[in-house]
């Protein structure tokens, strides 16, 4: 699937892409609020200034993408992987739970 047809899909309503493969997509500042991406593939992505308030990123790879000023409260990112992510601490400290999410310096999280 690519950013674009996710966007479109998005916009005509739904909200659930468990498992998609967008790896290196570009989803700058894309409304993705409550959006479930449960076990997707997002490395190398581009979420530069994303809407991502509720959305369920559990499992999800964000390996080495750029999350830079995306909005991550209340955003579920339990067990996701974020080694190598440009993310902010301060974002991640408004998600909803990071529980066994591994942080951009290759740390888990409790």
């Known amino acids: 699937m690519t950013g674009d047809e ?6 005509a309503g739904q909200r659930t892409f ?3 493969n967008l790896c290196g997509a570009n989803l700058e500042r894309a409304n993705l609020r409550g959006i479930y991406l449960r076990d997707a593939r997002l490395r190398w992505a ?3 200034g994303a809407d991502l308030r ?3 990123l559990t499992g999800v790879s964000l390996t080495g ?5 995306a909005n991550l409260r209340w955003a579920c990112l339990v067990e996701a992987d974020l ?3 440009l993310v902010a601490e301060e974002q991640l400290s408004r998600a909803a739970t990071l529980k066994g999410a591994t942080l951009p310096d290759g740390k888990v999280h409790e």
């Open 65 to 69: 993408a750029n999350l830079t000023g």
């Open 46 to 48: 581009n979420l530069r």
């Open 18 to 20: 468990s498992g998609v």
């Open 83 to 85: 080694r190598g992510a």
């Open 54 to 56: 509720l959305a369920d």
């Open 6 to 11: 996710l966007l479109q899909r998005y916009r």
